[in-house]
């Protein structure tokens, strides 16, 4: 992480200077300098110390490795090397006690390296953009947006929506490479504990918040009988830990910062129409013109003569939704559907008849010469008047009934 240029930071000649170094400096922004001693937040925080917890804590707590010696269980010992242990692991290949004592069985951790993976590298590359932080918290409320109850009035404006938010960096995706070394007394014991080890391979160990899919590498055996000397039974199996290190600090910045989502004005499209959307099947072009903009989540208001409505994506969709339904011939002067009217999301009500057109043979028929109130049911049952219409409806003839359907 680069360091900021805190020279002349109040004026718009702040120029980086990149003599002292071959990466830039970055212009220090007070606007987003946050105070941090008000608060009680940890700053989250994963180690090298914390992934080699979680290796152990998992083989002591979840794998539990088990000998049997003398017809009793033993649960093996699991230790992390130092310098002294591995110095005389690497000079006597075991390891004694103070009291000379060879440990047996024991399991030994050897932390081997560390790398960061290139498939998950962030996003720094000699500068730390907006880009590498997350999201973690947010509050509704802060200092700048205090609670308000009945003691005090409600303005007239409400305050815009605002929240203070926790926002932390990303963390380094890294490989660490470990080695288990196992002792034991005989050959069977050692079996017996590799058996217990290796189901676990390409499991997440780690306990809580610290858990890291883990690899088991090959088991490589050593059997040492030398003459004078203890007999060795000894396997090593290779770990790789796919984890996370995050640090409390970069550059003597915290890694976590405060802040405070930004206020922003919307406007909103009104649409004047001059008659009831719900008065005929017609679609007015201007409705069609914002379609798209209502299906991505923009504010379209509509007024009408008798109501102002917001249009959503439900009800855009059930108003330009018109379809063709042939009905049923009764009798002469009857025909019927079996399909339900559509329901108005906005009215909360069963589509009324001047959502509906009627044709028969293609020729439109006015409303004044049948009598139909739609029907939240599956059946739907239009009477016609034949002596208004000049004929009687034919089991030839062909009713279409255009409108908004269930």
Same mark, same amino acid.
């Given at each position: ?23 830039? !400096? ?26 080699? #917890? +979680?290796? !152990? ?14 017809? +009793? ?11 002294? !242990? ?48 997350? #999201? ?57 504990? @590799?058996?217990?080890?290796?189901? &676990?391979?390409? &499991? +997440?160990?780690?306990?809580? !918040? ?24 000894? /396997? ?16 003597? @910045?915290?890694?976590?910062?405060? /802040? ?46 008798? +109501? ?56 439109? @028929? ?41």
């Amino acid at each position: 992480m680069p360091k900021f240029d805190k020279n002349n930071i109040d004026r718009k000649t702040n120029i980086p200077n990149n003599t002292d170094s071959m990466n830039p !400096k970055i212009p220090l922004n007070r606007a987003e300098q946050t105070r941090r001693d008000d608060d009680v937040i940890r700053t989250p925080k994963r180690t090298l110390y914390d992934v080699d #917890f +979680a290796i !152990k804590w998992y083989i002591d707590n979840e794998v539990q490795p088990q000998i049997i010696h003398n017809d +009793a269980v033993l649960d093996v010992p699991v230790i992390f090397t130092d310098s002294e !242990k591995w110095n005389n692991v690497r000079q006597f290949g075991f390891l004694r006690d103070e009291k000379g004592m060879l440990q047996s069985p024991l399991i030994m951790i050897k932390r081997n390296s560390f790398v960061e993976r290139d498939t998950l590298k962030t996003l720094d590359v000699n500068i730390m953009p907006a880009e590498n932080h997350v #999201f973690v918290l947010g509050n509704r409320y802060s200092a700048n947006k205090t609670y308000m109850d009945d003691l005090f009035p409600i303005p007239i404006n409400e305050q815009a929506e605002q929240r203070q938010i926790l926002i932390y960096d990303i963390p380094k995706y890294v490989t660490v490479e470990y080695e288990l070394f196992l002792w034991c007394d005989f050959t069977a014991q050692l079996n017996d504990v @590799i058996d217990q080890i290796l189901p &676990y391979n390409r &499991y +997440a160990w780690g306990t809580g !918040k610290n858990m890291f899919p883990t690899g088991i590498g090959s088991v490589t055996f050593e059997t040492s009988n030398t003459t004078g000397e203890d007999r060795i039974v000894r /396997a090593t199996i290779p770990l790789t830990v796919q984890a996370t290190l995050l640090s409390g600090q970069e550059s003597r @910045i915290s890694t976590l910062k405060k /802040a405070l989502s930004v206020k922003k004005v919307s406007f909103d499209t009104v649409l004047d129409l001059p008659d009831d959307l719900f008065a005929s099947t017609t679609i007015p072009p201007k409705l069609m013109q914002v379609s798209q903009q209502v299906l991505s989540g923009a504010n379209i208001l509509v007024t009408q003569p008798n +109501a102002s409505i917001q249009l959503t994506p439900i009800s855009l969709t059930y108003i330009i939704t018109l379809r063709d339904e042939v009905a049923t011939y009764s009798n002469e002067t009857t025909v019927t559907l079996n399909i339900a009217a559509g329901f108005n999301p906005i009215t909360n009500a069963t589509a009324t008849v001047n959502e509906f057109d009627i044709y028969i043979n293609g020729q439109y @028929i006015a409303k004044q010469y049948y009598i139909w109130t739609p029907n939240p049911a599956a059946t739907q049952s239009i009477v016609f008047d034949t002596n208004a219409l000049g004929y009687d409806i034919s089991s030839t003839d062909v009713v279409i009934i255009n409108g908004r359907w269930a």
